[in-house]
Structures are given as C-alpha cells and as structure tokens.
C-alpha cells in the first residue's frame, strides 16, 4: 500500500469506528486502540500535508479558530413551529388540516430535543456546511466547531442524494453537563446555568479545540433538498439513519391522532429517563406530498405542530433569602423555601445565583413563587406570583457585607458574583480550601472527611492546611463523635498524605483557576514550588495553555506572605513540593531555552519517545515551524511544505541521530 492508500484506509476505519462509538453506541475497539490509529493519521497526515482533506477524522480535534462567525443565508428557511398545549389543541389541527387535503393523514411523532437548532448541508456525502437557526432566513456559519462533535458525519454512508441539507439540534446530555460543572466548580468558576445555552454557547467559541472538549452531541430529523428520493417523513428518518446520521429512535409512525396521543402520554411521563433535555413532541403530517399542499404560514409550517409538555411547576412561599459563601468567596443566594414537591422530589432550596436575578425577578421573602425543574440540576424559580404579594412588603436589599464575617463585599467589573475578600480569616473560606485540600483528586487523605475539617476548625484545632500536619490524637478523641480508631486513622491519612506527588500537592493548594490539568503543567515546568514561586506573569504565559487569568492567580497566590509562611511550613512537613528525584533522575536542562518541531518518520525512537526526550531535557516542542523555531528534527518522509518553511526561516534541520547527539 502507498502513502496515499494508507492514509485512506486509516481515514476510513477511524470513520466507521467512529459512527459505531458515537452513533450507534456499540464501539467494536477500545479507546486506546482507536487513539493509536488516530495518532498513526495524525503522523502520515502531518508528514504528508499535500494529502490534506478538510474531513479527516483527525480535525475532529479541532485547532481552527474564528475571530468572526460569517452570516450565510440559509437555503431553505428554517421555520419555527407553532404550539400546542393540550388534546383539544391538536384535534383543532388535525380538522383544520383535513380539510385542506386530499386523502387520509398519517403522522410522525418524534421528540423535541431542547438545544441549539442546527442546519449542515452536505454535498457528494461530505460536509460542507453548518449553520445556526439565527433568524431563520440566515445564520452563523460555525462549520469548523461543529466538525468537532464525533456524531455528525463528515462523510456519510449509502445512496445518498449529491445535495442536501438536514437539520436537527445540538445538545448537551445531562451528564456531559454536570461533569463540566463539577470541573469548572473546582476551578472556583461559576457553573453553568442549563445544558441549552451551554450548547448553543459552545457553537459560538472562537477556538474550536475548545468546542470539542465539550461533550456535544448531535440529534438530526429534518431533510431539506430538491428532488429527495423519499415520500413521507417516516422514511427520511430511516434514510439518515443508513447515511449514518443519528436520528433519534424516539420516533414514531401515527395512523392517526389517538396514536399521536399515545406517543405523547407514554414520553411525558418517561422522558425524564432520557438523557437530554426534552420538552414536547412535534407532530408531522407524516406525506411529503400532502405537507406541500398544506404549505406555510408567515412563520410556521401547516403540517407541523409541536405539543410542549406542562413544564413540572409548582407553586410555593418563600421563607427566607440566606446567602452561602463559596470556597473561593463568592456569594451565592439562596431561596429557602416552604418544602413542596417536585417532579417526585421534596423541594426546599432554590438558587437565586446572584443580585441582578434577585433583581429581575423582584424577589421578596414572603412572596410566593413559582419553581421550576428544569434541565437545571438544582430547581429554579421563574418567577413571583404578585397577585399574591403583601402590599406592606419591602424590595430585597441584597447584602452588602459577609454574613460568615462581616467584611465588605466587593464585585469586581464584569462579574456577576459579589465576593468576600477576607480570604484568610472568613471561616467557609478557610473550611472550604482545606477540605478541597484533602479532597480525593488532591491529598486525598483517608480518615478525614469535610465535616470532620469543619469540626476541627470549628474547634480552633486548625486553621489552613498546614496545621493538619500538627495534629495529635490527644486533641482529636474529646471532639464529638470521636473515638480513638478513628484519630489514629485520620493522624495515619494525614501522615500518608506526605508521599503525594507535587503536581497533587500543587492542585490541593487551590489556587484559583489551577485545576488538575493546570497543576500538571505547571509542576511538570517548573519542578519546585521554589521555582514557581518566582516566575513573573511574563513567563508563566509562556508555559503551555497558561493563560493571562492564570497567570495573574499563581502570581497573586505566591505574593500573599500567609500563603508563602504556610507553603515553608508544608515544606518542613515534608509534603512534596517538588517533582521527586527519581523522576529528576531522567531529566536535564541541556535543551533549555529551545523550541523543537518534530516531523516525519523516526527509526530508533518512536515519535513519543522523541517527544518525551526534548521535554525531559528542557526543551519545548511546537506543532509548527515558525521564527521562535530553533530546531526541526526530520524523520524520514519528512512533509516537503515543512521543509520549505523551515528552510525560508532559516531554521535548523537536524536529523534523529544529530538529535540523540545533543542529548547524550
Ligand atoms: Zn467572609
């Protein structure tokens, strides 16, 4: 096989593994299996760029980046769909509808995905466009993120026709959801709000690389086209499934409205088994033929109808306003309301999220609200009934100093949270970072727990993370709830706790926005908390994905004396707070202050290898040639665009036996 066929057939197989993985949900090889023949087409395509194609699976990755989302007209509008609440409501369709056509109607039910609308044309099976609902004549042109999302086709299957568009919705799943949370939680951001406009969000984020770490998927239902081989709706949706989109299997053919109503009683109640947002079912007269006869009105087809589902609301007084403070300080408000139930839960708390909310809603203690759940994981009140206000009542004043402390609040320009900036001595504050200490991604110490920390705070037997390394058992057996196994359990977890490895350490020490990835580079780079310590926000930029925002915290972080007196404390712990010797062993600074590209075929170091060789040794590894280039080292089947701009920079070109050289 040549180069070429090579590449093809690499292409192809990571395709099909890709449709069986993301579409049908029955993956045939493991991840790490999938990762080595994506790398494998990775290398030849970076060795071979003139067999560039702009659907490879490996742009899947992403990289492009759009400064500005041009706006395309869309082929065939995208309308919007009239609605309907109730039975009676679809009869009235249904009779109106009769009479406007010839023969029986049949109709296809389908489910209402609740996410970002989208419409992707394909041409010869290749993607060629992807474009947002906008105003329904035009949209945003966000085809380099949507190529991102593993269960849109980039290449479809089958007799496809030669030009089509299909539309149908980008969504979050819900646990896609809540693991992004979880994450940005631990870097002291706020979560997001619901999964819809966290999809429709990541449409618009200008790094695509940034799309498609986000776990969006892609529901498709809709073909639009001229001369489409196809009669009915029911038989589009098979047809996409065989071209290999994933068209939901939530979808049904009516022989009439009985059955339609069926279909809707059945997924009102088991839709929330689901794992996307849903929030009806649309209704199609089922015959193209008859669907054209009926036509459009201003905004909406005739033959379609979508019935929302009664949103799970409920009515209830709210009690009291409190508000929490966060690990990081931030204030978050909290509606404590008169419990009622929910969707099948006791509701008794509901997240006003910040002031402006308090003050959209004009929120009052007393008043009576109404509570939603929605996508949201906690439940969210949509609004007040005023009917029901006491005209004696006074608008709510949100606080202006720490209910844990007193201090001021401050809220910096452009955030929405208020935050308390008595970081040392608010006491969820101190609670709160030495329990993200201890958690199970950083020190994880066995045989103490995040109640236990408050206790012991609560006690004045610690006050940061330091002092856990002073703890006697002595101390620990009076507090309540406490007996001798588990104080030598816990002094044993704490003790244990030494051996955790820096870049662990680092991240336990909760400086803002250094989560678990962050803590890894910066440990890898810098190797001592020493040499942390002093880097300018100058140089942290330089250290791969270290951003300006962190940046700033690391620096603030290390200027704060508080946390400096307690990292030397930590030191003479004998907590790690440098990568440890054995694994300095391998490493030297020989290639300090030199940036490498590595390109092509190597035969006596893998690729990897190589890889691994130039940041052991100091050295920075870029995924293209530029003027900050030093050094290119060639393998064989070198890429010959490489070569050339190498060469036009004047940069190096060495060759592996030259590279092994350097280091030995
Ligand atoms: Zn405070």
Known sequence: MNIEQQIKSLRNELREHNYNYYVLDTPTISDFEFDQKLKQLQDLEKAHPEFYDANSPTLRVGGEITKNFETI???????????????????????????MVDGKVEFTCELKYDGASISLTYENGKLKKAVTRGDGFQGDDVTANVKTIRSIPLHLKGDFPSLFDIRGEIVLPFEGFAKMNTERVELGEEPYRNPRNTASGSLKLQDSSEVAKRPLDCLLYSLK??????????????????????????????????????????????RHKLPYETD???????????????????????????????????????????????????????????????????????????????????IREGDTVFVEKGGEIIPKIIGVDFTQ???????????????????PLVRNEGEAQHYCPNAEGCPPQIIGRIQHFISRKAMDIEGLG??????????????????????KEEQIIPLERMAQKSAENMIKGIEASKEIPFERVLFGLGIRYVGETVAKKLAKHY??????????????????????????????????????????????????LEISAEKLANQTNTLNGNTFVVSGVF???????LKKLIEDNGGKISSSISAKTNYVVAGDNMGPSKKTKAESLGVAIISEDDFLQMIS
């Open 450 to 471: 995040g109640e236990t920390v408050a206790l012991l705070v609560n006690n004045g037997l610690i006050n940061n993370y330091a002092d856990l390394y002073l703890l």
């Open 527 to 576: 190797k001592t908390i020493d040499a942390l310590k002093h880097a300018s926000e100058e140089e942290l930029i330089t250290v791969d994905e270290i951003g300006e925002r962190i940046a700033q915290s690391v620096v603030s972080f290390f200027a704060s004396e508080e946390s400096s007196a307690i990292i030397e404390r930590l030191k003479n712990y004998g907590v790690q």
């Open 73 to 99: 007209p869309h082929t065939y509008r995208m309308y919007s769909l009239d609605n309907s609440y109730s039975k009676e409501d679809l009869e009235d369709w249904e009779k109106r509808i009769e009479k």
């Open 603 to 609: 035969t006596k170091v893998s690729r990897d290898e």
């Open 225 to 270: 086209g001229e001369r489409l081989p196809i009669k009915t709706q029911f038989e589009s949706l098979e047809k996409a499934r065989q071209w290999g989109f994933k068209v939901p299997e939530a979808a049904r053919l009516a022989k009439n409205l009985d059955e339609v109503l069926e279909f809707v009683n059945y997924w009102d109640v088991h």
């Open 280 to 362: 009806g079912v649309v209704v199609k007269v089922n015959n193209l033929q008859q669907q054209e006869e009926l036509g459009y009105t201003a905004k909406s087809p005739r033959w379609a109808m979508a019935y929302k589902f009664k949103a799970e609301q409920v009515s209830t007084v709210l009690n009291q306003i409190t508000y929490q403070v966060g690990r990081t300080g931030a204030i978050t408000p909290v509606a404590n309301l008169v419990p009622v139930e929910l969707a099948g839960t006791i509701v008794k708390r509901a997240s006003l999220h910040n002031a402006d909310q308090i003050e959209k809603l004009d």
């Open 389 to 407: 206000r006491d005209p004696s009542s006074n608008s709510t004043k949100y606080i202006t100093e720490c209910p844990e402390c007193g201090t």
